[in-house]
């Protein structure tokens, strides 16, 4: 049987089946369009090659592929969707920004509330209103709150601003359309990367960071290599949200139209919970229903392993997780993700059986456990590793990804085969354990996962 999905022609039809791995689970897809075959030209002229692609291929619907199998088209060109064009962005006016002046972005509504108290005039759903403006209508300036009266859009310019940070750089892929912004703050050394992943159809996902830096030097991840330099704010997380959401026209909110930035993942730089106090009121304020109000199955939480903060996220109710396990033993995992010294993994496994148990009055989303697994040639691929894999996850919820190793400057591995990956997947999803590869997306823009890194050249901050 061959080690990889082939794609064979029907005849009679014109359709496109694949046969994958398995020879019971073929699905079938129509003939990819002439657009969704050819890569993204460049940023700044991307909308005229979407429509110059559209108008040679009126007469052709474009349909995502369905397949079960994990290891199809994982890899292949995404179409991004108009509304995600940004090569206008760059002629925009830079926002006027006053960092002494106190954020509104990132307040939860009872901090919003004590925070108008002082203001006259400001009734008990004022808070409200401003909630709505800030989150639903995305305004950048309180002058932009049509009702709220001019007496207290003028004493809450004197103290307070909408400020979303500064984007410091801003490169998109030309492969598959993967967006990186770097975004900085107040203090001129508190940049954080952020990363956009567009997927067929008007959907994306936003990979946001919880820290500047990280402490815990996985040894695979780039991030690992800078040191942590503090914690990010409520308001620093949820400005990695409003950005491209604003961007790409999410804001003002629209009921039951499909967001293009659809799902929140906190696998950037950090620790999610190492910071829990400002991830958590992020969350809250992206989840409320008067705001962002984005479902919580939409948002997933990665951690290298922090066992006793999985009971802390459980209590929020419906939040997905992810674990970044990597290994199946403790010796190596002590080497190469080394929180494991503090929390071995019989440690992790209970803590996980305990969420997942907590979960089941969720949603199944929530009570299965994503299990993220670097593939790292000849250190934890061994078929042997696979079989221990399936052992070690069998009792619990769970789905693994496999993510093939994206190599960054100075890195000591290199990525498993892409057949070795596949045979370690099928080994794992036959012993009953639901399998993806997570094929490299954003690796010419130095996006895709493992390797996020502030850098940035320091002089250019003073200009």
């Not at 179409?79 to 962005?89: G, I, K, M, Q, S």
């Not at 989303?365 to 070690?392: C, G, H, P, W």
Request: aromatic content about 8%.
């Amino acid at each position: 049987m061959a080690s990889h999905s082939l794609w064979k022609q029907c005849t009679s039809s014109g359709k496109y089946h694949l046969i994958s791995h398995s020879q019971s689970r073929v699905a079938t897809h129509w003939k990819p369009s002439t657009f969704l075959r050819t890569h993204i030209a460049t940023y700044s002229s991307f909308r005229s090659n979407y429509n110059n692609d559209n108008s040679n291929n009126s007469n052709t619907t474009s349909r995502r592929p369905r397949t079960f199998d994990s290891t199809s088209h994982r890899n292949k060109p995404v179409a991004v969707n108009p509304r995600l064009d940004t090569a206008h962005l760059s002629n925009s006016a830079p926002p006027v920004r006053d960092w002494d002046k106190k954020n509104l972005i990132g307040l939860s509504l009872d901090q919003l509330k004590d925070e108008l108290k002082s203001i006259p005039g400001v009734k008990s759903y004022t808070a409200g209103q401003i909630w709505r403006f800030l989150y639903q209508r995305g305004v950048t300036s309180i002058d932009e709150m049509l009702n709220i009266p001019k007496s207290i859009k003028d004493e809450l310019n004197e103290n307070y601003t909408i400020n979303y940070g500064r984007v410091v750089s801003d490169h998109v892929s030309p492969t598959d359309g993967t967006r990186k912004l770097l975004v900085g703050f107040k203090d001129p050394k508190a940049m954080v990367e952020s990363v956009f992943i567009p997927m067929n159809g008007p959907r994306g996902t936003q990979c946001i960071s919880s820290q500047v830096g990280c402490s815990l030097a996985c040894t695979f991840c780039h991030t690992g290599t800078q040191k942590l330099l503090r914690n990010l704010t409520p308001g620093e997380i949820i400005s990695q949200y409003m950005i491209p959401a604003k961007d790409y026209g999410d804001l003002p909110l629209v009921k039951n139209v499909q967001r293009n930035v659809s799902n929140i993942v906190f696998m950037g730089q950090g620790e999610p919970l190492y910071n829990w106090r400002n991830v958590k009121q992020a969350i809250e304020i992206l989840t409320d229903k008067d705001g962002i109000g984005m479902s919580k199955s939409k948002i997933t939480v990665s951690t290298s392993g922090v066992a006793p903060g999985l009971a802390k996220l459980a209590e929020l109710g419906g939040i997905s997780l992810a674990i970044s396990l990597h290994a199946t033993n403790d010796s190596l995992r002590d080497e190469i993700v080394p929180i494991n010294k503090t929390f071995p993994i019989k440690v992790l496994m209970e803590a996980c059986a305990d969420y997942a148990k907590k979960m089941e009055s969720c949603n199944r989303d929530s009570q299965r456990i994503t299990f993220e697994y670097v593939m790292l040639k000849d250190v934890n691929d061994s078929f042997q590793e696979a079989r221990a894999l399936a052992d070690l996850l069998r009792d619990i919820p769970s789905h693994v990804n496999l993510i093939p190793f994206n190599p960054w400057p100075g890195s000591q591995y290199v990525s498993s085969p892409r057949d070795h990956i596949v045979g370690f997947s099928r080994i794992v999803e036959n012993l009953g354990v639901p399998t993806t590869i997570r094929w490299p997306r954003g690796l010419d823009v130095m996006g895709a996962c493992g390797q996020l890194k502030t850098t940035y050249d320091q002089t250019k901050l003073a200009q």
